[in-house]
């Protein structure tokens, strides 16, 4: 990393056009991490504070902003979901989640975005796409209206140090110190790492007093089946269907939904939800295990029962008729059932069996560099949840996937991006402002850092 940043419209901002590491820099509200959470939420500090003296200044590490955006949604960028509840998420407690939800419900979201020339569609699933099939819309709605909200982006610069003081923070970066007011921490999860969120966020957080949740695991992330599985030999198959996760006797977590058969072991958007439910309850519990039902809505009885009416016809011909005929092969010969012919009674009750629950003897998953996000952060309980202001280090907000909070596919995770980071910008410069109207007559150390001499780098 040089000593000259990008701006975000790629022009570089050396010390000759901006103060740079022979001055330092200062600023009212920085807003650590440009990805969906910090663009909003210096959006919204922008806008809360329009017309009042209130500097914004926005540093990412990465090279390449919104990297994670681009990528999003198969480069289409699922922005939200017709429908979002706190029962969409896991992490922290669902009542702290609702509350922040609640404070930016979808029709905003939908009307931020068309006001910012952004209209969205709403697909069969219910998620929902900008019409232009584009992530890069988004993306640049997104930075347009940070800048006409008065925010500079400043990038690379990564924060590798933020401290506290009686008059803010100092946060250490590539580009020289930044002195701030307030600071609002938008670094994201440790999912994409190449992306830029590689979960250096975290410990920024635990600097100033918070705890991370452990263990920090991959959400939404493809899961690994033994080298010799059959399922490998099914690569490519897709196919809707059931997934169990059980303790004992007890069903942890259902999901449902579509399932691919990979060369590695299984994806999809029913794999991939419940992938971090598999993860955190393998950590606390090493017996729990993985079932998945080739035929979502029928138990084993109702599978032995087609078996039984079909008798003579033979497991493949009446089977083919509710799954792909490679799938049903393959069950036959796990299950040493013949695939065509009489079904003797006990192969007919291994098939039926397994049609209706599989177990999955999964041995991995493809980790952070593939998963979509991040389960465990920084618990919602360390967050004033009306301001998303940290109650260990007040002056700190917090917004986006550096929290606790991890949503299911469909959107799930940028509607908590908004809502988190919306609350977060303003109630910043809410209370930005507020501190600067009340103190008017306050000691030198005490004012905003944009008018206090910016320390030496
Ligand atoms: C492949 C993929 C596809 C996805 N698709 C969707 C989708 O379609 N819909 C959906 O809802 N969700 C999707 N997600 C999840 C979604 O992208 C994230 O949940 C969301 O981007 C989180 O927003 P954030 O702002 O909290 O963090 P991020 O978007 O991760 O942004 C964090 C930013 O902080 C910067 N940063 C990190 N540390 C520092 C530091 N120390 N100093 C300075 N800057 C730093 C990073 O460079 C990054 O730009 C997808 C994720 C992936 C990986």
């Known amino acids: ?55 914004i200044m926005v540093v990412d590490g990465a090279r390449t902003l919104g990297a994670k955006i681009l990528v999003a949604g198969g480069g289409r960028c699922n922005v939200t979901h017709v429908a979002v509840s706190e029962a969409d998420f896991a992490g922290s407690s669902p009542a702290a989640i609702r509350k922040v939800l609640g404070r930016f419900p979808i029709a905003d979201t939908i009307a931020f975005f068309a006001a910012a020339g952004v209209e969205l569609k709403r697909e069969e699933t219910g998620k929902l796409f900008p019409v232009t099939d584009s992530a890069r819309t988004v993306l640049d709605a997104l930075l347009r209206e940070a800048r006409a909200a008065g925010a500079r982006i400043m990038h690379p610069a990564r924060v590798t140090a933020l401290a506290r003081d009686d008059a803010g923070f ?160 393959t069950l036959c010969e796990v299950a040493g059932a013949p695939p065509a012919g009489d079904l003797p009674r006990d192969a007919r009750r291994r098939l039926a069996a397994l ?31 009306d301001a998303m202001e940290s109650r260990v280090c007040p002056g700190l907000h917090l917004a986006g996937e550096v929290l606790d909070v991890d949503g299911r596919i469909g959107g799930f995770n940028f509607q908590w991006a908004w809502a988190s980071g919306f609350v977060a910008g303003r109630a910043a410069a809410g209370q930005f402002v507020a501190e600067t109207d009340g103190n008017q007559a306050a000691p030198a150390d005490a004012r905003p850092a944009s008018a206090v001499a910016p320390p030496a780098g």
């Open 1 to 55: 990393m040089g000593d000259t940043a990008r701006r975000s419209d790629g022009g570089a901002v050396t010390p000759a056009e901006g103060p740079g590491r022979e001055t330092g820099l200062a600023c009212d509200i920085l807003v650590i991490g440009a990805g969906a959470a910090g663009l909003f939420a210096a959006t919204w500090a922008g806008r809360a504070a329009a017309g009042r003296p209130c500097s």
């Open 170 to 329: 100092t946060a250490t970066t590539a580009i020289g110190p930044i002195r701030a007011r307030r600071a609002i921490l938008c670094t994201g999860g440790k999912s994409l790492p190449k992306s830029g969120s590689d979960g250096g966020g975290y410990a920024l957080a635990e600097a100033l007093g918070h705890s991370i949740t452990q263990p920090l695991l991959p959400a939404l992330v493809p899961l690994v089946l033994p080298a010799e599985h059959w399922i490998r030999s099914l690569a490519g198959l897709t196919l809707p269907t059931r997934l169990s996760l059980r303790a004992g006797a007890r069903r942890l977590h259902a999901t449902r939904g579509s399932t691919l058969c990979t060369h590695v072991g299984l994806s999809g958007p029913a794999v991939l939800d419940m992938s971090r439910h598999w993860l955190m309850a393998l950590h606390h519990d090493p017996a729990a295990r993985l079932e998945i039902a080739w035929l979502p809505d029928t138990s084993v009885e109702d599978v032995d029962r087609l078996l039984v009416s079909a008798q003579g016809r033979g497991a493949v011909s009446s089977l083919r008729e509710h799954l792909p005929e490679r799938l049903v092969r």
């Open 355 to 385: 049609v209706a629950a599989t177990p999955l003897p999964v041995v991995g998953d493809r980790g952070f560099t593939v998963a979509e996000a991040t389960a465990g952060g920084v618990p919602l309980a360390e967050v004033r949840l």
